[in-house]
């Protein structure tokens, strides 16, 4: 692929994109929270089982 047809490519993307209304935009962003949320829920969990199970048992 040349850089012209990448060009070309890119300019016909551009022209078909819309600016997101309100809603969608909201929509988008807490979406985003949620799964970035989730991500940090996961990695806490995981890192406290790690923990507890790196001390052992208890004498």
Not at 26 to 44: H, N, P, R, T
Request: hydrophobic share 45%; glycine share 12%.
């Amino acid at each position: 692929m040349g850089i012209r047809s990448f060009l070309s490519q890119c300019s016909r993307t551009l022209k078909l994109t819309v600016k997101p209304g309100k809603t969608e935009l909201w929509l988008s962003i807490k979406i985003c929270f949620l799964g970035i949320g989730a991500i940090g829920l996961i990695g806490f969990i995981i890192k406290l089982l790690s923990s507890v199970l790196q001390q052992g048992p208890v004498s």
